[in-house]
């Protein structure tokens, strides 16, 4: 059964930065794209990295493009999240997913706050 585990949320004042993580277990993770979703309150989830299954192409959205990396270690069966200068709009829940599928783990929130 595949299965996906975020890890690394917290609170951080503006200008902070974190590191989200997400482990796959139960298929073969080095097959699959990987993506990073969030969803804010009131509000519906949004697309915000992307890597492909061998770490050598990334995509970001325009809001985090500057401030947000996306990498992969597949020998460990995971993805990350770097996400630098952080905003109070990038409070959310942090979810990742492995790209045409409906796996989807149980989210790591995120709070930028003073």
């Known amino acids: 059964q595949m299965q996906l585990v975020e890890s690394g949320g917290g609170l951080v004042q503006p200008g902070g930065s974190l590191r989200l993580s997400c482990g796959g277990y139960?298929?073969?993770?080095?097959?699959?794209?990987m993506s990073w979703y969030r969803q804010a309150p009131g509000k519906e989830r949004e697309l915000v990295a992307l890597?492909?299954?061998?770490?050598?192409?990334?995509n970001l959205a325009g809001s985090v493009r500057g401030r947000f990396t996306i990498s992969r270690d597949n020998a460990k069966n995971t993805v990350h999240l770097q996400m630098n200068s952080l905003r109070p709009n990038d409070t959310a829940v942090y979810y990742c997913?492995?790209?045409?599928?409906?796996?989807w783990g149980q989210g790591t929130p995120v709070t930028v706050s003073f």
């Open positions: 997913n492995a790209v045409g599928t409906s796996a």
């Open positions: 890597i492909s299954s061998s770490g050598g192409s990334t």
């Open positions: 139960g298929f073969i993770f080095s097959s699959y794209d």
